[in-house]
T-cell receptor, first 114, second 119 residues
Framework: AQSVTQLGSHVSVSEGALVLLRCNYSSSVPPYLFWYVQYPNQGLQLLLKYTTGATLVKGINGFEAEFKKSETSFHLTKPSAHMSDAAEYFCAVSADTGRRALTFGSGTRLQVQP | GAVVSQHPSRVICKSGTSVKIECRSLDFQATTMFWYRQFPKQSLMLMATSNEGSKATYEQGVEKDKFLINHASLTLSTLTVTSAHPEDSSFYIC???????????????FGPGTRLTVL
């Protein structure tokens, strides 16, 4: 079984401030972890992923995430927020080694204040 | 990068009619496609897994006779909502799985979604 918990359904930051979106997972096998971003009325765009290897993963648009097995976490960060970062962010885990189906967290809406 | 398209992007239909949604992988072959639905301000819920040339695997609680899935080729999967009712109104999103060289790591690429409104 696998699950994802995203702490904070809404996060608001000022433009230029640090962005931190939290994600904790539960998995009985080594997980693959993903962050996706969704803009209104659109599908999901992959930001970054962790499968194996280096635990600090860099993605698009300046985002990065660190896989911490001891904390079962995969928090998403960006040093300096831009207005264009305002969107819904979903953390997802894939631990079903057969289908590799994704289980999504409930999402975090990021607001960026000018 | 891997591109997935969906058609139509929006559809409005009368209650009792059937609606077909297409999901295509444009520049890669997808052995597996997934169908999700998303209600307003909620996360994505997996409905079914579609494998080319075989029957779809439905998640618990999803009616397979109502949501018909056909994966006719490695680049096309269709979802047909039969006898649609207002409660079927939702945002339907498909994804296609890219398999890695060793088949062990893979990533899902998502289509832009289809907004279904049943009157």
């Amino acid at each position: 079984a696998q699950s994802v918990t995203q702490l904070g359904s809404h996060v608001s930051v000022s433009e230029g401030a640090l962005v931190l979106l939290r994600c904790n997972y539960s998995s009985s096998v080594p997980p693959y972890l993903f962050w996706y971003v969704q803009y209104p009325n659109q599908g999901l765009q992959l930001l970054l992923k962790y499968t194996t290897g280096a635990t600090l993963v860099k993605g698009i648009n300046g985002f990065e995430a660190e896989f911490k097995k001891s904390e079962t976490s995969f928090h998403l960060t960006k040093p300096s927020a831009h207005m264009s970062d305002a969107a819904e962010y979903f953390c997802a885990v894939s631990a079903d080694t057969g289908r590799r189906a994704l289980t999504f967290g409930s999402g975090t809406r990021l607001q960026v204040q000018p | 990068g891997a591109v997935v398209s969906q058609h139509p992007s929006r559809v409005i239909c009368k209650s009792g009619t059937s609606v077909k949604i297409e999901c295509r992988s444009l520049d890669f072959q997808a052995t597996t496609m997934f169908w999700y639905r998303q209600f307003p301000k909620q996360s994505l819920m997996l409905m079914a897994t579609s494998n080319e040339g075989s029957k779809a695997t439905y998640e618990q609680g999803v009616e397979k006779d109502k949501f018909l899935i056909n994966h006719a080729s490695l680049t096309l999967s269709t979802l047909t909502v039969t006898s649609a009712h207002p409660e079927d109104s939702s945002f339907y999103i498909c994804s296609a799985r890219v398999s890695g060289a060793g088949g062990y790591w893979d990533t899902q690429y998502f289509g832009p979604g289809t907004r279904l409104t049943v009157l």
